[in-house]
């Protein structure tokens, strides 16, 4: 069965799933000063993996002019999610369901509460995203990328009382439903709260927090925290996060955080909808975070100011 899927952020993510749900009928959504030709390039790991995943390949996609949607995908910012959507409010109703997959959390309950309050039926799902890829080079009408990391994507029903349940024939490839999202979307909040934030702040590359002895008591501390707010609003830690923290550190230790990379090309981060998040939530529970809040002032600072250099 075909399915019909709009594409609302067509940066890497986004055409890395064009690549994926290519025998399907995808739509470029959104403002149409975007560029609608991609081209996908991958990288060796990918290629390890699935062998039939072509090597290069490009697409132009149709700009959706409100056709009927089985899936509209959103790999916006997080910030850029509300906005984008009421923009093309007049055609919601010809869309089944939105598929959040995008870093960070708080647009989700603000996309639910507006599509709740807007009388707009279209079931909300949100999707963790393991596979990484960036932007190689970027033309007047096209724009390129490397898939370089092969991953998984887990997806679920936002609301608390979901039918976490998709008809059978309705569910793009590469994507696998899972009854925890919330618990996975807390983990992944977690490790965002301290590798992102740290590694931007001391402009180093994930592995380094790890590695350089202020950068991993740095670590540790931030990763204490987080799991302490975790313990007291039931997000389901696991007690052994401050470890899983240093894995994911290692695991990735090439890799500069998606924080870092928009610090370095000027981008505003996600930060408010990682660690901003987390801020609030402790706010509102009056939960002292005294080592997160730190960093979150030396990172506003750091804006306005070079940042400093890791130093070995
Ligand atoms: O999710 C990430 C990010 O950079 O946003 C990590 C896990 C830190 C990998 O870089």
Redesign the pocket.
């Known amino acids: 069965m075909t399915l019909s899927i709009g594409i609302l952020g067509l940066g890497a993510i986004g055409t890395i799933m064009a690549a994926h749900w290519r025998e399907h009928s995808l739509f470029a959504v959104g403002r149409p000063h975007i560029p609608p030709t991609r081209h996908l390039q991958t990288g060796e790991s990918v290629l390890a993996r699935w062998p039939d995943f072509p090597p290069s390949q490009d697409f132009t996609l149709p700009v959706w002019t409100g056709e009927s949607l089985d899936w509209l995908v959103v790999t916006t910012k997080a910030r850029d999610t509300l906005n984008a959507i009421q923009q093309i409010q007049d055609h919601l109703p010809l869309v089944k369901r939105l598929l959040l997959i995008q ?1 960070g959390m708080g647009q989700q309950q603000q996309l639910q509460q507006w599509l709740t309050a807007e009388g707009l039926a279209c079931e909300l799902w949100q999707a963790i995203a393991t596979d990484g890829g960036y932007l190689s080079s970027q033309g007047d009408n096209s724009r390129s990328y490397v898939y370089a990391g092969a991953g998984e994507v887990m997806i679920g029903r936002w609301q608390a009382d979901p039918d976490n349940h998709v008809p059978v024939g309705q569910l793009p490839p590469h994507l696998t439903v899972v009854s925890d999202i919330h618990r996975r979307q807390y983990m992944k909040l977690a ?2 709260c301290v ?2 934030p740290l590694t931007a702040l001391y402009s180093c590359l ?1 592995g380094e927090l790890v590695t350089h002895p202020a950068y991993l008591q740095q670590l540790l501390r931030l990763s204490e925290e987080v799991l302490q707010l975790g313990q007291q609003l039931n997000w389901d830690l696991p007690t052994e996060l401050p470890e899983l923290i240093q894995q ?1 550190a290692t695991a ?1 230790g090439a ?1 500069r ?3 870092l990379q928009d610090v370095l090309a000027g981008r505003p981060t996600e930060l408010d909808y990682i660690l901003g998040y987390a801020l609030n939530c402790a706010r509102q529970a009056a939960i002292d975070l005294p080592a997160l809040s730190s960093v979150a002032r030396q990172l506003e600072l750091a804006a306005s100011s070079p940042l400093p250099q890791a130093d070995g």
Do not use: L
Request: proline share 0%.
């Open positions: 870093n490790v965002n590798i992102n994930n994911v990735t890799n955080s998606s924080t």
